[in-house]
């Protein structure tokens, strides 16, 4: 499996909320930085996409990746429901990765917003033209029902 591979598959495990599938991406030692919040460590990263997807109906997306040896970078967009007002929202940021004997170790997690563009478009660039996610594409969690 390419390293592009491994992320995508760990992408599509994100959206199932399925902690044990998540984690099975990561090395035991994995490290997942953060511009917002503090690294988060080993399943404590799957662990945080489960919350993600509980409490603000997160998805995330990727877009584009590029891979050179130990390391890849993607483009993703995360749509997400903000959890004071209802309303559906969409993020976009940059990881980077290292990874160790096919699963990842280390990832780096760039996304700025602000309240001028608090979704991180970049200005002027054309998303959908691109065939990257938008607001129109959203497609919230499949929620788990009881039997």
Do not use: C
Not at 22 to 51: K, M, Q
Not at 55 to 76: F, K, L, N
Not at 96 to 123: M, S, T
Request: proline fraction near 4%; hydrophobic fraction near 30%; charged fraction near 30%.
């Amino acid at each position: 499996m390419s390293n592009l591979d491994r992320i995508r598959s760990y992408y599509q495990a994100l959206n199932t909320g399925e902690v044990d599938l998540i984690a099975s991406h990561f090395t035991d030692d994995a490290v997942h930085y953060y511009t917002r919040l503090g690294p988060h460590r080993g399943r404590e990263i799957a662990e945080n996409a489960r919350w993600g997807i509980d409490h603000v109906d997160g998805q995330w997306w990727m877009e584009h990746g590029i891979e050179s040896g130990d390391e890849a970078v993607i483009e993703w967009t995360m749509t997400w429901r903000d959890p004071d007002s209802g309303e559906r929202r969409l993020n976009r940021g940059t990881e980077w990765f290292r990874l160790r004997d096919g699963r990842i170790a280390e990832v780096r997690a760039y996304h700025h917003g602000d309240r001028k563009n608090p979704q991180g478009d970049l200005l002027g660039f054309d998303h959908a033209g691109r065939g990257h996610t938008t607001m129109e594409d959203w497609k919230p969690p499949k929620q788990e029902t009881s039997p």
